[in-house]
Nanobody, 127 residues
Framework: QVQLVESGGGLVQPGGSLRLSCTGSGFSLDDYVIGWFRQVPGKAREALSY????????DYADSVKGRFTISRDHAKHEVYLQLDSLKPEDPAVYYC????????????????????WGQGTQVTVSS
């Protein structure tokens, strides 16, 4: 059974940092493009970033560019999203997702580009 699991969420003060992790089971996470999204209740899911299989290429939404960093570690079979300079508008449930094989990278921001999703991890920013 294909499964993605996010971890690392929590409560942090404005300006603080968190590192989210994404692991997979039932498949090799290392063989897929992975994206990160977030969602606030009542709003559409927002694409944040993606990383290629090699880890050499990535992109970010304007809302998080310069503050969030995506990376992956093939030795540990994990993908990370480093959240820095967290703002009051960043609280959400954060999800990682596995992109469909062969999907064009230019479509990374579309939910339908992803075949499998994790359950999400909550990020709360509050003083």
């Amino acid at each position: 059974q294909v499964q993605l699991v996010e971890s690392g969420g929590g409560l942090v003060q404005p300006g603080g940092s968190l590192r989210l992790s994404c692991t997979g089971s039932g498949f090799s996470l290392d063989d897929y493009v992975i994206g990160w999204f977030r969602q606030v209740p009542g709003k559409a899911r927002e694409a944040l970033s993606y990383i290629t299989i090699s880890g050499h290429r990535s992109d970010y939404a304007d809302s998080v560019k310069g503050r969030f960093t995506i990376s992956r570690d093939h030795a540990k079979h994990e993908v990370y999203l480093q959240l820095d300079s967290l703002k009051p508008e960043d609280p959400a449930v954060y999800y990682c997702a596995r992109m469909w094989r062969g999907r064009a990278l230019v479509e990374w921001e579309k939910e339908q580009s992803y075949a499998a999703w994790g359950q999400g991890t909550q990020v709360t920013v509050s003083s």
